[in-house]
Nanobody, 115 residues
Framework: QVQLVESGGGLVQPGGSLRLSCAAS??????????MGWYRQAPGKQRELVAT???????NYADSVKGRFTISRENANNMVYLQMNSLKPEDTAVYYC???????WGQGTQVTVSS
């Protein structure tokens, strides 16, 4: 069964950077066929999709993070990353990775941006 484990979150000051990692277990060579995304959910708000990447590397971003976040993937190791720069308090949320149109939700990783 596919398992997705997010890591790399933490407490960071405004303007700082974090790199989130998502490890996809038990996918082997099929990982590369799935478009992947990073989602986030802040308290009291709906979960939102912030970045996507196709199997061959095409990316898209929500307007709120465009120019600050970069999604990437390493198919050989079944990894997805989210580089987050110029972080703002509004970025505070639990961040999740998932395949697009799938429900393989893990526990997520908490990102808190505060001075």
């Amino acid at each position: 069964q596919v398992q997705l484990v997010e890591s790399g979150g933490g407490l960071v000051q405004p303007g700082g950077s974090l790199r989130l990692s998502c490890a996809a277990s038990r996918m082997g060579s099929i990982f590369s066929v799935y478009a992947m995304g990073w989602y986030r959910q802040a308290p009291g708000k709906q979960r939102e999709l912030v970045a996507t990447i196709t199997g061959d590397g095409s990316t898209n971003y929500a307007d709120s993070v465009k120019g600050r976040f970069t999604i990437s993937r390493e198919n050989a190791n079944n990894m997805v990353y989210l580089q987050m720069n110029s972080l703002k308090p509004e970025d505070t949320a639990v961040y999740y990775c998932n395949a697009i149109s799938r429900s393989w939700w893990g526990q997520g990783t908490q990102v808190t941006v505060s001075s």
